[in-house]
């Protein structure tokens, strides 16, 4: 299936980005919730192969000015002259690419009509906004282990990111709680990662074709696997065992031992992945930090 050219043909946006895509979709996800992977993926099988990557733009700013980095059809391009001269990157594949817009570690229910989140864009012009999202305990041990890589970031520093994350990531759940009727397609990475079926599923939704629908390589945004370094195929992560991993570490016992007593989140995690919050109402992971 080919998804329609872009209705609104001669908006400003269009013409600043050099291209009218055919599909345009903005996309958010906490970090270490496999978004850069899901972007790889989504781009594999982009309408006429062809695709512009925006990744990790600043929130309330137009995205055509403020990505950090940027890929045309996969190859990543420099981010100081295309933000000079967007049309002189893109141009060369033409009218019905995909758009793929990144934000990280935000949650779109942060932002409303006073403060946009991709500030003067048009939002009407994305067809679909993306949740990703991970399972709490996994993706709460990934993140804490890459925090830990951080020889600046003491325990307290650690753990305080942490929370201030977590909270940002219920609004995220309270969000996908409310698709598709919110106008929101939510990717769930746990899911998306094992089943091919759930893949292609997703694809559907986002009138995407089915061209390629394998995870794909290891991503090496954000220093790749947080617990794997040397991965290069996906068969070789252990992506649903990072919490066990991390059972015993003080940082992560610390962390959920406070998550644990905040009914919203615990509402939310509750709602989505109930073994998640069995596992922590027996407590087996919430010891005191001097116990870890």
């Not at 733009?57 to 045309?72: H, M, N, Q, R």
């Not at 600046?152 to 996908?176: F, Q």
């Not at 899911?191 to 390589?217: K, T």
Request: with cysteine; proline share 5%; charged share 25%.
């Amino acid at each position: 299936m080919t998804a329609p050219l872009h209705d609104m043909q001669d908006a400003p946006e269009w013409a600043q980005l050099g291209i009218v895509p055919g599909v345009a979709l903005r996309a958010f996800g906490m970090r270490r919730s496999g978004n850069h992977a899901i972007a790889d993926w989504i781009m594999r099988n982009a309408p006429g192969d062809h695709a512009v990557f925006l990744n990790n733009c600043k929130p309330g700013a137009s995205p055509l000015d403020s990505f950090a980095s940027i890929e045309v059809d996969g190859e990543k391009q420099a981010v100081r002259r295309a933000r000079g001269n967007l049309p002189g990157e893109t141009t060369r594949i033409g009218d019905g690419a995909l758009l793929l817009v990144s934000y990280e570690d935000l949650s779109p229910a942060d932002f409303g009509k006073k403060r946009q989140v991709s500030g003067a864009f048009n939002a009407d012009l994305f067809d679909f906004d993306i949740l990703i999202y991970r399972s709490f305990l996994n993706w709460s041990a990934s993140l804490i282990k890459k925090l830990q890589s951080n020889p600046g970031y003491g325990p307290m520093r650690r753990v305080a990111i942490m929370l201030n994350t977590a909270d940002r990531y219920a609004r995220m759940l309270e969000l996908v709680g409310t698709a598709p009727n919110n106008g929101m397609v939510p990717i769930c990475y746990d899911r998306w990662f094992v089943d091919g079926a759930y893949r292609e599923g997703v694809l559907g939704q986002l009138g995407l074709p089915v061209r390629d629908n394998a995870v794909g390589e290891v991503q090496s945004y954000g220093g790749g696997s947080s617990f794997q370094k040397d991965a290069a195929a996906p068969e070789e992560l252990q992506t649903s065992e990072r919490w066990r991993q991390m059972a015993q570490d003080a940082d992560f016992r610390a962390f959920l031992s406070i998550a644990a007593r905040e009914m919203d989140l615990m509402a939310q995690v509750e709602a989505h992945f109930p073994e998640d919050a069995a596992r922590l109402i027996q407590g087996d992971l919430v010891a005191s930090v001097s116990e870890g």
